[in-house]
Nanobody, 125 residues
Framework: QVQLVDSGGGLVQAGGSLRLSCAAS????????MGWFRQAPGKDREFVAY????????DYTDSVKGRFTISRDYAKNTAYLQMNSLKPEDTAVYYC??????????????????WGQGTQVTVSS
């Protein structure tokens, strides 16, 4: 059982930056692909970013391409989401997730086995 702990959210002005962290409880961290999802009030949970087990492959939803960067540190069992040029529409609770996810299903939340508790990101205009 992998436990994930999200952190790094907060209140930031539009144009600002935040870095989210997702700390995993196990050294088997390297066995899992990692994803970031977000959920705004009244909306479904949506895919934000993905990184493969090896860290070689990444994917982003169109609205964050060029602004967000996903990465992972195997020594620290931690995944990150660097968010730059934040916009008010980025406001949501952000969740990290882990699982034996394959490339074709990387954007589907049901394919991920483990989830963090979520961290709130609020971007003011």
């Amino acid at each position: 059982q992998v436990q994930l702990v999200d952190s790094g959210g907060g209140l930031v002005q539009a144009g600002g930056s935040l870095r989210l962290s997702c700390a995993a409880s196990e050294r088997t961290f390297s066995n899992y692909a990692m994803g970031w999802f977000r959920q705004a009030p009244g909306k479904d949970r949506e895919f934000v970013a993905y990184i493969s087990r090896s860290g070689v492959s990444t994917d982003y939803t169109d609205s964050v391409k060029g602004r967000f960067t996903i990465s992972r540190d195997y020594a620290k069992n931690t995944a990150y989401l660097q968010m730059n040029s934040l916009k008010p529409e980025d406001t949501a609770v952000y969740y990290c997730a882990a699982g034996g996810v394959t490339w074709p299903t990387r954007r589907r939340p049901e394919q991920y086995n483990y989830w963090g508790q979520g961290t709130q990101v609020t971007v003011s205009s």
